[in-house]
């Protein structure tokens, strides 16, 4: 017993917490928690106020109570957006066109990347950076040409895919294909080169080397592209609003604006459900996939 | 048969050639060791017979055909790499049996193979582990298993050791000797390691600057090299070289190396260096063993003389002991009991009939 008691008189008198951290560590420990309570909020009040919102009828919301509370919590704008055909519709749309822009976006940035990580060719090095340039150009300066290049695709072939919800499965991969290429190489790039000999000596062909060692080492940077893929297919307006317009090929975001304002009437209550519905899938895949996806983003700094 | 010959084999990187034009021939069954210091070409020869790298001009050919333009799978060979180089996704027992599922061999042989090569290699209570979870010793086990289960016609080792500490890198030293013996499949090996190379191989291939400076068994390369590279690439420490002039002295060979040190050869040395051109700029090569403290008994081609030593380090068995001589440092290794002090003189005693006389210029062993 007295040694224990001596122990503790051996203990450092200063207030020890988490070990011995350092004055520095817990200053800055404090200062990140009271930016990171400060972005929290930032950005989490819009979808609260979305929230409160959808959860109100027309007329709570016109009337001038305080916006912050609900008085008469309904869920009325809900039932009548599930119940609605047309809603269901947006959203059967979007997911077609997600789930496929993101198979389309894998099945070619992939090999895409693999190639211009791992078979050395002419002009690789080159293709790689024009890749990522690609990137860079903004989307809004090239809904204008695609939209004329579908034009006269039509004119010329008689295939109209202007205003058809599937002209969409070629538009995204313009955006995604060249982001999550970049992705993939830098992760590619990460992998030993020694892995992928030892590979070609046991006896895999490029391609196998690809599914069986590559495509599993590389998981979380494939899901984190995967992510990328979905958010953007899945939040994309610019080119659904330009490229589709009849009510049935309407993708969510663009349908919930056009459907649910009309003329200068806005139906609030429906709208913010509707966005809220819309936003709930993405949160979903995040949720689930969080511990890859921020493997994924740090994978590379470190060796992994 | 699965002999490796490399007829006049060039490498050349845009304008570096990396190899320059290599002969050597490996037996069946033989473990050829590639030693020299980085960027000697070593490696990338290695990699050329593996089909990693292409060859710039000349012939490989593995059992007697040529190689030069088929794939790596297809040249039935196995590398074990440096870093190990497992596939991190598989335990492994799956690493271990990647290329024969590649292949599509019976179940039961490729778990036959496995259970038997892991046995051999005392990873058996390892078989359904991540490489993550093996220490670096293990890991290069599981590498050489993967290795042998392929029972390919060559090895070929790129520095499997260099990434374990020093200790276990004596014990997977002969544990690879052990797997040869064994298996005895053919090997080529690199290393930057002499005593690597010295204690694994059947025959040593000394490389410097892309070229072959020297092919032969340990002891050949230890007492017979044929180069000054040689000389001082093989053995630690390394052998003493020490400018040097040939005389005659009463009817008698010597080599002066100072103003007051000069040695009569003994009678052998004398008629194999007769021919030598007395004003020639030569060296006198001697390793650090053949410098001793002087014992009583006068043996025949033995010399004594006086040296103020500089340094000494006392190795337990042995003391290694550095003087000046003309301004070049020579070491020599004396007995512990021998009184070696440093600042103090020494009575030496060398051993002339272990010397080597180079040709300075040219660095050639006459």
Same mark, same amino acid.
Not at chain 1, 278 to 291: C, E, K, S, T, V
């Given at each position: 017993m007295t040694s224990v008691v001596m122990i503790d008189k051996a203990a450092p008198t200063r207030n020890v917490k988490?070990?011995?951290?350092?004055r520095d560590r817990t200053w800055a420990l404090r200062w990140s928690y009271f930016f990171l309570t400060l972005f929290a909020i930032f950005s989490l009040v819009p979808p609260i106020y979305m929230l409160i919102t959808s959860l109100k009828t027309s007329a709570e919301i016109s009337?001038?109570? =305080?916006? %912050?509370?609900?008085f008469h919590p309904t869920l009325q704008n809900y039932v009548e957006l599930l119940s609605s055909n047309q809603f269901l519709t947006f959203f059967r749309n979007s997911a077609l066109v997600s789930i496929f822009v993101v198979t389309i976006t894998m099945l070619i940035s992939v090999p895409a990347a693999f190639a211009l990580s791992r078979?050395?060719?002419?002009?690789s090095a080159t293709l790689a950076t024009g890749v990522f340039l690609t990137y860079l150009i903004p989307d809004t300066l090239l809904f204008l040409p695609l939209f004329k290049m579908f034009a006269v695709f039509g004119d010329w072939?008689?295939?109209?895919?202007? =205003?058809? %919800?599937?002209v969409l499965l070629i538009v995204y991969p313009t955006l995604t294909v060249p982001f999550c290429t970049w992705i993939m190489i830098g992760y590619f790039a990460s992998i030993p080169k020694e892995l992928d000999e030892a590979a070609i000596i046991d006896g895999a062909s490029w391609f196998q080397t690809l599914t069986r060692i590559f495509i599993p080492v590389a998981l979380p940077g494939l899901i984190a592209a995967t992510i990328f893929a979905f958010t953007v297919s899945w939040a994309q307006f610019l080119y659904p609003l330009v490229f589709t317009t009849s009510t049935d090929q309407l993708v969510l975001p663009v349908g919930i604006i056009t459907s649910l304002i009309k003329g200068d009437v806005f139906n609030w209550g429906q709208i913010m459900t509707g966005a809220l519905l819309g936003a709930a899938p993405p949160l979903i895949i995040y949720a689930f996939l969080m511990d890859y996806y921020i493997a994924g983003l740090t994978a590379g700094a470190t060796k992994g | 048969m699965a002999d490796v010959t490399l007829r006049k084999v060039i490498k050349r990187y845009e304008d570096v050639e990396a190899v320059r034009g290599i002969d050597l021939d490996i037996a069946d069954k033989e473990f050829v060791v590639l030693v020299g210091p980085?960027?000697?070409?070593k490696s990338t020869t290695l990699r050329m017979i593996a089909g990693l790298e292409d060859i710039t001009d000349g012939d490989i050919m593995i059992g007697g055909d040529v190689?030069?333009?088929?794939?790596p799978k297809d040249r039935d060979i196995a590398m074990v790499f440096q870093n190990y180089a497992?596939?991190?996704?598989?335990?492994v027992a799956e690493n271990m049996s990647f290329g024969l599922r590649l292949k599509h061999y019976p179940k039961a042989e490729i778990k036959s193979r496995v259970t038997e090569a892991a046995r051999m290699l005392d990873i058996t209570d390892l078989?359904?582990?991540?490489?993550?979870?093996?220490?670096g010793g293990q890991r290069q086990r599981v590498a050489m298993g993967r290795a042998i289960v392929r029972n390919p016609k060559v090895f070929l080792f790129d520095?499997?050791?260099?990434?374990?500490?020093a200790k276990l890198r004596v014990q997977m030293r002969i544990e690879i000797k052990k797997v040869h013996q064994k298996v005895r499949t053919t090997t080529v090996y690199v290393t930057h390691d002499q005593v690597e190379a010295m204690t694994l191989a059947d025959r040593v291939v000394v490389m410097n600057h892309g070229r072959i400076e020297q092919i032969g068994t340990p002891n050949d390369l230890y007492?017979?090299?044929?180069?000054r590279f040689v000389a001082g690439f093989i053995g630690s420490p390394a052998m003493n070289f020490v400018p040097c002039k040939l005389e005659e002295a009463g009817g008698r060979l010597q080599i002066r190396l100072s103003d007051v040190i000069a040695f009569p050869l003994p009678a052998a040395r004398a008629a194999r260096y007769q021919?030598?051109?007395?004003n020639d700029k030569l060296l006198l090569g001697i390793r650090p063993?053949?410098?001793?403290d002087a014992r009583s008994h006068p043996q025949p081609g033995v010399e004594t003389f006086d040296a103020v030593l500089d340094v000494i380090e006392p190795m337990g068995m042995e003391t290694l002991i550095y003087f000046l001589i003309e301004g070049q440092e020579v070491c020599g290794r004396v007995n512990p009991n021998a009184g070696a002090r440093a600042g103090a003189p020494l009575r030496l005693a060398v051993d002339l009939n272990n010397m080597h006389l180079l040709n300075e210029v040219t660095g050639v062993v006459l």
């Amino acid at each position: 017993m007295t040694s224990v008691v001596m122990i503790d008189k051996a203990a450092p008198t200063r207030n020890v917490k988490y070990g011995s951290m350092s004055r520095d560590r817990t200053w800055a420990l404090r200062w990140s928690y009271f930016f990171l309570t400060l972005f929290a909020i930032f950005s989490l009040v819009p979808p609260i106020y979305m929230l409160i919102t959808s959860l109100k009828t027309s007329a709570e919301i016109s009337a001038a109570t =305080n916006p %912050w509370w609900v008085f008469h919590p309904t869920l009325q704008n809900y039932v009548e957006l599930l119940s609605s055909n047309q809603f269901l519709t947006f959203f059967r749309n979007s997911a077609l066109v997600s789930i496929f822009v993101v198979t389309i976006t894998m099945l070619i940035s992939v090999p895409a990347a693999f190639a211009l990580s791992r078979m050395r060719f002419w002009g690789s090095a080159t293709l790689a950076t024009g890749v990522f340039l690609t990137y860079l150009i903004p989307d809004t300066l090239l809904f204008l040409p695609l939209f004329k290049m579908f034009a006269v695709f039509g004119d010329w072939t008689g295939i109209q895919l202007i =205003n058809r %919800w599937y002209v969409l499965l070629i538009v995204y991969p313009t955006l995604t294909v060249p982001f999550c290429t970049w992705i993939m190489i830098g992760y590619f790039a990460s992998i030993p080169k020694e892995l992928d000999e030892a590979a070609i000596i046991d006896g895999a062909s490029w391609f196998q080397t690809l599914t069986r060692i590559f495509i599993p080492v590389a998981l979380p940077g494939l899901i984190a592209a995967t992510i990328f893929a979905f958010t953007v297919s899945w939040a994309q307006f610019l080119y659904p609003l330009v490229f589709t317009t009849s009510t049935d090929q309407l993708v969510l975001p663009v349908g919930i604006i056009t459907s649910l304002i009309k003329g200068d009437v806005f139906n609030w209550g429906q709208i913010m459900t509707g966005a809220l519905l819309g936003a709930a899938p993405p949160l979903i895949i995040y949720a689930f996939l969080m511990d890859y996806y921020i493997a994924g983003l740090t994978a590379g700094a470190t060796k992994g | 048969m699965a002999d490796v010959t490399l007829r006049k084999v060039i490498k050349r990187y845009e304008d570096v050639e990396a190899v320059r034009g290599i002969d050597l021939d490996i037996a069946d069954k033989e473990f050829v060791v590639l030693v020299g210091p980085s960027g000697c070409g070593k490696s990338t020869t290695l990699r050329m017979i593996a089909g990693l790298e292409d060859i710039t001009d000349g012939d490989i050919m593995i059992g007697g055909d040529v190689v030069n333009d088929v794939p790596p799978k297809d040249r039935d060979i196995a590398m074990v790499f440096q870093n190990y180089a497992l596939y991190p996704h598989m335990t492994v027992a799956e690493n271990m049996s990647f290329g024969l599922r590649l292949k599509h061999y019976p179940k039961a042989e490729i778990k036959s193979r496995v259970t038997e090569a892991a046995r051999m290699l005392d990873i058996t209570d390892l078989i359904d582990r991540k490489p993550k979870q093996l220490s670096g010793g293990q890991r290069q086990r599981v590498a050489m298993g993967r290795a042998i289960v392929r029972n390919p016609k060559v090895f070929l080792f790129d520095e499997p050791l260099s990434n374990l500490d020093a200790k276990l890198r004596v014990q997977m030293r002969i544990e690879i000797k052990k797997v040869h013996q064994k298996v005895r499949t053919t090997t080529v090996y690199v290393t930057h390691d002499q005593v690597e190379a010295m204690t694994l191989a059947d025959r040593v291939v000394v490389m410097n600057h892309g070229r072959i400076e020297q092919i032969g068994t340990p002891n050949d390369l230890y007492h017979s090299p044929a180069t000054r590279f040689v000389a001082g690439f093989i053995g630690s420490p390394a052998m003493n070289f020490v400018p040097c002039k040939l005389e005659e002295a009463g009817g008698r060979l010597q080599i002066r190396l100072s103003d007051v040190i000069a040695f009569p050869l003994p009678a052998a040395r004398a008629a194999r260096y007769q021919a030598v051109a007395r004003n020639d700029k030569l060296l006198l090569g001697i390793r650090p063993e053949h410098i001793t403290d002087a014992r009583s008994h006068p043996q025949p081609g033995v010399e004594t003389f006086d040296a103020v030593l500089d340094v000494i380090e006392p190795m337990g068995m042995e003391t290694l002991i550095y003087f000046l001589i003309e301004g070049q440092e020579v070491c020599g290794r004396v007995n512990p009991n021998a009184g070696a002090r440093a600042g103090a003189p020494l009575r030496l005693a060398v051993d002339l009939n272990n010397m080597h006389l180079l040709n300075e210029v040219t660095g050639v062993v006459l």
